[in-house]
């Protein structure tokens, strides 16, 4: 049922209702078109995927391999390379939609969702429409808004400040001395990109962080790394990369990268940090071209000043510091998230709440967390949606009965 007004309208959703057309919302609208369950998607850009699309910087690769990158359902082109690019990953996402007709409702901004206890339903409102079901799936993700720390004085900076969601190329930043603050795989690959295009970065690394080869003898780190925890314990796994990764690396603190004391699967199972892959930003390192810097104490008109004593002038200054979830700015009168957007029941069991809701694309593991969460979240919706069914002919049944009595 559908109703419209000059000003809003009013759309029964018959199946659930997602929230985001990013490769989670997409997974789980394609899970459930399995079970001929219909679902609306609400994304507030004009395109699937929109962070991929309008958010990442051009050189951008799928870290992992594509086999541990696939959606449910259908997996990469078999054309495409182990590391596929950004604009193969979009092409894959729009072959994915197109292949299980999930088309979202695409310029929906959702402000408010809440579940209304009287009639067990979720009431979901954009800007110029409200949308009721009885299943909501959060699947807004980990990164849906960027992360802007308050640094002392960057306001004063007279040159360009950028977050990594707004970077494209090193093209603009030619024979610039540029200071990035991040280490992370962003802030890594940022400056790797800002060497390849003659800039000076000067990369900011605060906290620690594992470097790992991105490959062992041509087999993907982390392939070998979950193959060996199916036989092994953790720690001794953890051992074992950081035994190759010195082998291969050498000893990263050297050059200003310190290493934390909890192993690199672990840290990563335990708090979603994942350790940055070596495609040659350990080599400029070592060579100088990428200068690491220590913390940063201030920001000054022409550059910074470090926890260290240096300060240093630059032309421009990028912030590589990740992103975050949104989820409180619009998800009312639910206790199933933290403060920061994230579900309080760890994974695996992060992707249901109570009254209908769902969550998908917030295990702090990749994508395959997404397609995992993704079918969970369709076979458990399949089973009261049969049950739905069923009442529902019974009910017509007894109606149909009544009539002819």
């Known amino acids: 049922m559908r109703t419209s007004s000059s000003s809003s309208s009013l759309e029964c959703v018959e199946g659930p209702i997602i929230v985001?057309?990013?490769?989670?919302?997409?997974?789980?609208?394609?899970?459930?078109?399995?079970?001929?369950?219909?679902?609306?998607?609400?994304?507030?850009?004009?395109?699937?995927?929109?962070?991929?699309?309008?958010?990442?910087?051009?050189?951008?690769?799928?870290?992992?391999?594509?086999?541990?990158?696939?959606?449910?359902?259908?997996?990469?082109?078999?054309?495409?390379?182990?590391?596929?690019?950004?604009?193969?990953?979009?092409?894959?996402?729009?072959?994915?939609?197109?292949?299980?007709?999930?088309?979202?409702?695409?310029?929906?901004?959702?402000?408010?969702a809440e579940f209304d206890p009287s009639s067990q339903i979720w009431l979901v409102r954009t800007q110029d429409s409200l949308y009721l079901s009885p299943w909501l799936i959060v699947a807004t993700g980990e990164n849906a808004e960027p992360m802007i720390p308050k640094i002392l004085g960057i306001d004063k900076f007279h040159g360009d400040v950028v977050h990594t969601s707004a970077y494209k190329s090193g093209d603009a930043y030619k024979n610039k001395k540029v200071l990035v603050i991040g280490c992370g795989n962003s802030g890594m690959e940022v400056s790797l990109d800002l060497c390849r295009h003659n800039a000076k970065p000067y990369m900011v690394a605060r906290n620690t962080v594992h470097v790992l080869p991105?490959?062992?003898?041509?087999?993907?780190?982390?392939?070998?790394?979950?193959?060996?925890?199916?036989?092994?314990?953790?720690?001794?796994?953890?051992?074992?990369?950081?035994?190759?990764?010195?082998?291969?690396?050498?000893?990263?603190?050297?050059?200003?990268?310190r290493r934390p004391?909890?192993?690199?699967?672990?840290?990563?199972?335990?708090?979603?940090?994942?350790?940055?892959?070596?495609?040659?930003?350990?080599?400029?390192?070592?060579?100088?071209?990428?200068?690491?810097?220590?913390?940063?104490?201030?920001?000054?008109?022409n550059g910074a000043k470090f926890v260290d004593g240096q300060e240093k002038e630059f032309d421009a200054i990028i912030l590589a510091t990740g992103y975050k979830s949104n989820v409180p700015t619009w998800l009312k009168s639910c206790d199933f998230f933290t403060e920061d957007g994230m579900p309080k029941t760890p994974f695996p069991n992060g992707w249901k709440?109570?009254?209908?809701?769902?969550?998908?694309?917030?295990?702090?593991?990749?994508?395959?967390?997404?397609?995992?969460?993704?079918?969970?979240?369709?076979?458990?919706?399949?089973?009261?949606?049969?049950?739905?069914?069923k009442d529902n002919i019974n009910n017509n049944s007894h109606i149909i009965q009544l009539n002819n009595s």
């Open 20 to 112: 985001g057309a990013g490769p989670s919302g997409i997974a789980v609208a394609a899970c459930l078109s399995r079970y001929s369950i219909p679902s609306i998607i609400l994304e507030r850009s004009d395109c699937i995927a929109s962070l991929w699309q309008n958010k990442t910087y051009d050189r951008l690769k799928l870290h992992l391999p594509k086999n541990f990158c696939q959606l449910p359902l259908m997996g990469f082109p078999q054309t495409f390379p182990k590391y596929p690019t950004k604009y193969q990953f979009i092409s894959y996402m729009d072959s994915y939609a197109s292949h299980f007709n999930v088309q979202p409702k695409f310029n929906q901004t959702v402000h408010v």
């Open 261 to 301: 004391k909890t192993g690199p699967i672990e840290l990563k199972l335990a708090t979603g940090k994942t350790p940055v892959l070596d495609v040659g930003q350990v080599a400029q390192i070592k060579s100088g071209n990428i200068k690491v810097m220590e913390g940063v104490k201030e920001i000054t008109r």
């Open 214 to 257: 991105r490959e062992i003898l041509g087999i993907s780190s982390f392939g070998i790394a979950m193959a060996l925890y199916k036989w092994f314990p953790l720690k001794i796994v953890d051992k074992f990369l950081l035994l190759v990764a010195n082998m291969m690396l050498g000893n990263t603190s050297h050059y200003g990268i």
């Open 353 to 389: 709440g109570k009254h209908g809701l769902y969550t998908v694309g917030f295990t702090r593991r990749g994508l395959s967390g997404t397609s995992s969460d993704a079918v969970k979240i369709a076979n458990d919706i399949a089973d009261q949606w049969k049950t739905l069914k």
